[in-house]
């Protein structure tokens, strides 16, 4: 006999059904018992009417089961110690012996002789003991009461957890009946030769439903941010950057940026290294403006002193992962240079860079960066934090403070903040400065230009949007899919 069939039956000699009870007393799933009780109620008659109610009970977690077979950490402690007493650094080596020691002391079942002749020994300060705690969770494993200020002393010794069971209260419908019929899916050709049609009920149709879902690919949250600022760029006239060189080689990365060659973040332990090919050759470097760079390194011009080192066309020619996307800005600036006619340029990028990160919750060997330059005469520091006003606002942000800050081919750099309602208090949100002199003569930029320019990461503001914690969870091996093909659309707060 089906499982529906035996409920209807047993309503018809009894007023209720608690779904709970009842699966105990005859043997059944619960599950497979609510499975039959959620079948009748699909059906379009009313044969029962359900009210789903839960209960809270206390189960036994790992821990706790173990206590009831082997005694609780104090009382296998305190049985450990014998009338003699023992060593304290032999009692200490027993499993749980820290837990089970701090635990039996406080009890007062034990106390410690520190100036004993052999050493700290541990002596029974009681007797005898019974071990409550496992007395108690047998009681509760039995399903009998125990006071609650005691069950909350086993709540947070973590041997107790709280288990909550939902079940049906099962009665009689307004059409109970112990036959069920039940109506038929589809009109079959056999039903219009018999006309069987006539005497049966038929399913009724959910002209709401939804159809099937489409398989299609998705857009992951950093695209999705990622648009958003393209677009902000896009509508103050900025033009894009191509961002297409993974691999760049020191030049373009360090020293084109009046970076000089022992800078720590030319090391291996922050910078990716290529094997192979391992150099860019000599001739794909623009041979005067590589001397001019070399000269700027070595002893100074353009008002400036240098370094005072010597220069290495070798460390010049390693290729690595480039390590911002300023190698790009560097490469636009040097090709604007180049031109006949000098014209003001706006330019950004946003795409990927490499740095041999220690990884954590917000640390990533690879990241995206954004960057926003201008280049024009007679640009000043006031028109840098102009444009970033006006920039932020476009991405709801006005509250804005500025510190001066050290960047090696940046002076003056200032280090961009903002208020963050949420937190209260004034975040870092990107860094920005004028390029040098001793980056912008060398490639041949008109002495009256300055060149302006920003940045800050995609991962920070996309982390902060979806609510995401971990940034190994908004990028790498470990994301969840569902939370790429689930994440709504991106909307700035802009201005």
Not at 31 to 54: H, R, T
């Amino acid at each position: 006999m089906s499982l529906d069939q035996v409920i209807l039956n047993t309503l018809s000699e009894q007023k209720e059904i608690d779904s709970l009870t009842f699966a105990a007393e005859n043997g059944f799933d619960h599950q497979k018992l609510v499975g039959a009780i959620k079948s009748l109620l699909s059906l379009p008659k009313e044969y029962i009417q359900a009210e789903q109610k839960q209960i809270s009970v206390w189960e036994l977690t790992d821990e706790g089961k173990s206590f009831v077979a082997n005694g609780s950490y104090e009382f296998v402690l305190y049985s450990a110690v014998t009338k003699d007493g023992i060593l304290q650094k032999d009692l200490m080596k027993m499993p749980n012996a820290k837990i089970g020691f701090s635990k039996a002391m406080t009890l007062g079942w034990l106390n410690i002789d520190k100036k004993h002749e052999n050493g700290p020994t541990v002596f029974r300060k009681v007797d005898s003991a019974t071990d409550v705690v496992k007395t108690m969770l047998e009681d509760i494993n039995n399903k009998k009461k125990v006071d609650e200020k005691k069950i909350q002393d086993l709540k947070k010794r973590k041997l107790i957890t709280p288990v909550v069971t939902k079940f049906y209260l099962v009665t009689k419908g307004t059409n109970f009946n112990t036959t069920i019929e039940r109506p038929e899916a589809d009109l079959t050709a056999d039903m219009l030769q018999d006309g069987s049609w006539k005497e049966k009920s038929f399913k009724e149709y959910n002209f709401q439903a939804k159809g099937a879902p489409i398989t299609s690919g998705y857009l992951h949250p950093l695209l999705k941010v990622r648009t958003e600022y393209r677009r902000i760029f896009l509508d103050m006239g900025f033009s894009e950057m191509p961002t297409n060189k993974f691999v760049e080689n020191g030049f373009w990365n360090f020293d084109a940026l009046f970076q000089p060659q022992q800078h720590p973040a030319r090391d291996a332990h922050d910078t990716f290294f290529i094997s192979d090919p391992e150099m860019t050759g000599a001739s794909k470097l623009p041979a005067d403006y590589l001397e001019r760079v070399k000269t700027t390194h070595e002893s100074g011009g353009y008002g400036s002193t240098g370094y005072n080192y010597d220069w290495k066309i070798s460390e010049a020619q390693k290729n690595i992962l480039r390590t911002h996307t300023t190698a790009v800005s560097a490469r636009m600036l040097y090709k604007l240079a180049q031109q006949k006619e000098f014209k003001p340029v706006k330019m950004f990028s946003i795409d990927r860079v490499f740095r041999n990160e220690t990884l954590d919750a917000t640390h990533l060997a690879e990241f995206h960066q954004i960057e926003g330059l201008v280049a024009d005469r007679n640009l000043t520091l006031g028109h840098l934090i102009g444009i970033l006003y006006a920039f932020f606002k476009k991405l709801g942000i006005e509250k804005l403070k500025f510190k001066p800050a050290y960047n090696p081919y940046t002076e003056p750099s200032m280090e961009i903040f903002s208020y963050h309602p949420g937190l209260k208090k004034w975040v870092e949100i990107g860094n920005s400065g004028m390029f040098r002199p001793e980056m912008l003569l060398p490639m041949g930029i008109p002495k009256d230009v300055n060149v302006i320019a920003w940045g800050l990461s995609l991962e920070r503001p996309t982390m902060i949007k979806y609510g995401i914690n971990n940034i190994r969870e908004l990028i790498g091996h470990k994301v969840n899919l569902n939370m790429v093909q689930e994440n709504p659309i991106c909307r700035l707060n802009k201005v």
